[in-house]
């Protein structure tokens, strides 16, 4: 009996099936087409990009962003590397099935691309605020305990009461032998990224065995991410950990007899993976002794992320193949008990505030604090941030409809993804629900997505319609993830203009800080600034801009009044204003236009402030009160 030989197919990079014999007839004859030799194309077009991204970067003149923040300092080098990139991971995907390595080379290329130019060009920190985490380190290393009932400034005792994240970098900063987490924090977005890229695949795998979906999975997510979570924080460090857990859950707690059923009806997709063997009760027991510690450092580390997973656990046991009630005990429980311990102070302070907060979709669904994006940079942000992620979600969309019997067998992963969505009614976490129910149902999302784009594995039947899909998913799959990274740009970067920080400022307010005494009060419009927190657990800081736009309208008709009625008597104060403030309360239309110009040049005008040090890149004024008042010049105000 002759033996069919087969060979990878180009197109799809996995093995065809053996032609089968039609009763009475001969087996038709293959049409045999030559395919060129192009295993040297990926890694040719890997080098050229990663080349033409590294001459690019020295044209990037980040010091001087105005209204577009990076994305108008980017050289035509570094759009045209992006392009090269994503040629050679399309090439790639050719014979993604028999050459897993050069998709996975393309995507970690393409993250060091999107996310390393801040940490290669900047000289000082990326994202202001971040600057605090490093203060909470600093302080952690310094007085070596932790205080979680400490009323400290800004609520900053939730650090104390979630320490995980920092006591781990401390110990980092320690074992490295560096003065603090600045030395490293701009390269937590690749570090962290780094870390997901191989737990996104065995999420991946655990629903398909089309490596071309998985991969293509992968570059969307990294695409679509652009919400900025992954710098140095607490929620970077347990979203890492919170997709492990869920990687574990869905690869080793299968229910015994549900995966006969599901392998038949995966077997009716080829694109579909072998369904996970079953696992025993003692099995997974097992599996919950091992997770249990990861579960712990989740709930150390952060206040939010916990509940995504209890929800994430939750939606899971409403399948037969993953109702495991026990491991969403467990996890609830280890949550409860963190919060109703360490957590306690705020955590009983978060549930006064849920009344006012529960079933207001709209309210709770807002992105940001309490302004309106202005200005082109950060306008154009928010409207392309919108726009990817209506695009993800369209393009998973367009996948739970058209491949249904995909569908059904990765049906826990949209359950993971769809379960964060709730929380909507519940609270706006400070006006950030919105990018954390996308953050979280981002992965599932991305797999989605993807499998609208990359046709099913054809099998021996070949009809003119699914020619027809191969063609059009041929021509879709390129445009669409160009339009995405065109997308990511100016959603990641427009607004950079307020997350560049020069040295010199943050000298400045360095050393504005450290002139007043323990117990002063540091003013500013906004803590979106480098430095903000600096010794957060001796002094207060208050500031008085992160409110509603009719608020500060009011304020700016006598600015110097209204601090003067509410700096307590006695208090030794310093106003820092400095250009990234400026920046930043425009930007998040905080203040009107010129609102912070008006609000410097009054208080600097103002006899109740008297200017300390002042230069390009801000000002300082202290807070000299009235005779009325008991003098704040005491107790070594400067």
Known sequence: MTKHLSTPTAATGTEPAPAREHEGKPAPRERRVAVPDLTWLPPALLALGLGLWAL??????FRTMVDYGLLDRLPALFYVSLLVLTAGFLVSLRRAGTSPGWPLAHCVALLVALKAPPAVLYDSVRYPWASKHDAVVGTILGAGELRPDAALSGNMSAYDQWPGFFTLNAALVRAFGVESTAAYLNWAPIALGLITLPVLVLIYRTFTEDWRLVWTAVWIFQLANWVGQDYLAPQGFAYVLHLTVLAVVLRHFVRP?????????????????????PTTLRQRAVCVVIIAPLIVAINAAHQLTPVMLCAA??????????????????????????????????????????????GRLTENSRAGYAGQLTGPGPELAGQAGIVMALAV????????????????SALPLLLVSIAPVPLFAVNDYGGEMLFRVYLFGLPGAAFFAAAALVPAVAGTHRSRGRLVRRRTAAIALPVVLVVLTAGFLPAYYGKDAMYYTPPAETELVTRAIDRLPEGGLVLATSGSFPQALHRYDQVEHWFFAEQELPENKKMLVDPARYLDE???PGTTAHVVLTRTQDIYTAGEGLLPPGGFATLRDRLKASPLFTTVEEHPYGIVLAYTPKSTKPSATTGGAP
């Open 313 to 358: 656990l939750f939606a899971l046991s409403l399948t037969r193949r993953y109702r495991n009630y026990g491991l969403l005990v467990v996890a609830g429980l280890l949550m409860l008990a963190w919060d109703l311990t360490m957590g306690r102070p705020l955590f009983l302070e978060t549930l006064g505030t849920l009344r006012d907060s529960i």
């Open 257 to 277: 007899g549900s995966a006969g059923r599901l392998r038949d009806r995966a077997n009716l997709d080829p694109a579909a993976a072998t369904v996970p063997p």
């Open 56 to 61: 690019a970067l020295p044209g990037i003149d």
């Open 393 to 408: 979600v369209l393009l998973a969309g367009i996948a739970v409809v058209g491949r249904r019997r995909l569908t059904r």
């Open 566 to 568: 509410r700096i307590p």
